[in-house]
């Protein structure tokens, strides 16, 4: 299935629960382990180990078997990965603390990061 088709997936399953902050990030040629980060945040532990969860669950309805999932029973930081898009899905103080979105955004101006956020 097409990177695409599988982030609309991720980022349809993250809706349903109610994903604060989605962000999509194309970390193609900075990166050997995926193609695609899909970052989230959610309300509280139990709101992120849901939504991992569910995403586990919606992408298996649809033939996609996650490679590993790791989190789903600390809250904090969930992972799900799907080898060409990884699904990070953290507290909102974990995700401030780890700034994926500054960390592989290393290479953007920051007049383009500012840019691409307002979107």
């Known amino acids: 299935m097409q990177n695409e088709k599988v982030i609309e997936l991720v980022v349809a399953a993250l809706e ?23 970052v989230s945040s959610g309300t509280s532990k139990r709101h992120v180990m849901s939504m991992a969860v569910n995403v586990g669950d919606q992408l298996k309805e649809q033939g996609i078997t996650p490679i590993s999932s790791e989190g789903q029973h600390t809250g904090d930081w969930a992972i799900v990965d799907l080898s060409d898009v990884v699904v990070h899905i953290l507290t ?12 592989w955004r290393f290479d953007m ?8 956020s307002a979107q």
Do not use: C, H, N, W
Request: glycine share 2%.
């Open 16 to 38: 349903d629960l109610k994903a604060k902050d989605i962000e999509v990030i194309d970390v193609q040629g900075k990166s050997s382990v995926t193609d695609f980060m899909v």
């Open 92 to 103: 909102t103080e974990a995700r401030e603390l780890y700034d994926l979105e500054k960390l």
């Open 109 to 116: 101006k920051p007049e383009a990061i500012i840019e691409e």
